[in-house]
């Protein structure tokens, strides 16, 4: 009977620690993907620049205590469906009128919300 040659210990901790690596970084990877997207949706739909974009999308994960990728995952649906939870269409908006829109030169002046 023939012997396969085992890895030493240390060897096949680093395998595994390799590949807990990896996994985290593509879940990072597509985490951020995710929240560019969702950044794009905001700074589209609420004529603002990306930074404002990227600090509307961290106020409403705050405000909703929901995590940051999960509000852009929000964002994204309600891109395709239309339809999105009251609470976060509420902090959207709210976070909307706080951070922008950005006037573009030449275009129609934009109605902002009044205060509730």
Same mark, same amino acid.
Request: hydrophobic share 35%.
């Given at each position: 009977? +023939?012997? &396969?040659?085992?890895?030493?210990?240390?060897?096949?901790?680093?395998?595994?620690?390799?590949?807990?690596? &990896?996994?985290?970084?593509?879940?990072? &990877?597509?985490?951020?993907?995710?929240?560019?997207?969702?950044?794009?949706?905001?700074?589209?739909?609420?004529?603002?620049?990306?930074?404002?974009?990227?600090?509307?999308?961290?106020?409403?994960?705050?405000?909703?205590?929901?995590?940051?990728?999960?509000?852009?995952?929000?964002?994204?649906?309600?891109? +395709?469906?239309? $339809?999105?939870?009251?609470?976060? $269409? @509420?902090?959207?908006?709210? @976070?909307?009128? $706080?951070?922008?829109?950005?006037?573009?030169?030449?275009?129609?002046?934009?109605?902002?919300?009044?205060?509730?």
């Amino acid at each position: 009977m +023939r012997r &396969v040659p085992s890895e030493p210990r240390g060897e096949t901790d680093r395998i595994a620690e390799l590949q807990r690596e &990896v996994g985290q970084l593509k879940d990072a &990877v597509a985490s951020h993907a995710v929240v560019d997207q969702a950044i794009g949706v905001i700074v589209g739909l609420g004529r603002m620049t990306p930074d404002g974009g990227w600090t509307v999308l961290r106020e409403v994960s705050q405000h909703t205590n929901i995590k940051l990728r999960n509000v852009a995952e929000l964002i994204l649906l309600w891109g +395709r469906s239309g $339809r999105m939870p009251d609470e976060i $269409r @509420a902090e959207l908006e709210d @976070a909307v009128d $706080r951070h922008g829109p950005t006037q573009i030169p030449g275009a129609p002046p934009l109605e902002r919300h009044p205060p509730e």
